[in-house]
């Protein structure tokens, strides 16, 4: 449960679920069938953000920012509306250095 306190969320509960082929869109209002499932497009924004800038932006050796497309044009043609996964930074995986 996130308070939206700036705190960690707190873990209510935990479990496993198989879900076999089915979307995100489909299996979380049956699994979860009281709320009102909203999608918070703030949240998704931010987390394609970081994908974007990882794709799309370099910097040079004196820091200056170079773009390979908008990203507005860039989220547009790529991401589905509504409920769907992302990445964060604690869920990406990364290679060693």
Same mark, same amino acid.
């Given at each position: 449960m996130d308070h939206e306190d700036g705190e960690k969320p707190e873990e209510l509960a935990?479990?496993?679920v198989f879900l076999g082929m089915a979307s995100y869109a489909? $299996? $979380?209002?049956?699994?979860f069938a009281w709320p009102d499932v909203q999608v918070h497009e703030e949240t998704y924004e931010n987390a394609e953000y970081d994908q974007y800038e990882a794709e799309c932006v370099i910097y040079d050796n004196e820091g200056d920012r170079f773009v390979a497309e908008d990203f507005a044009e860039w989220r547009s043609g790529r991401?589905?509306?509504g409920l769907r996964p992302y990445a964060t930074a604690s869920t990406r995986w990364t290679s060693g250095g």
């Open positions: 935990s479990w496993g489909e $299996v $979380v209002p049956r699994l991401f589905a509306q």
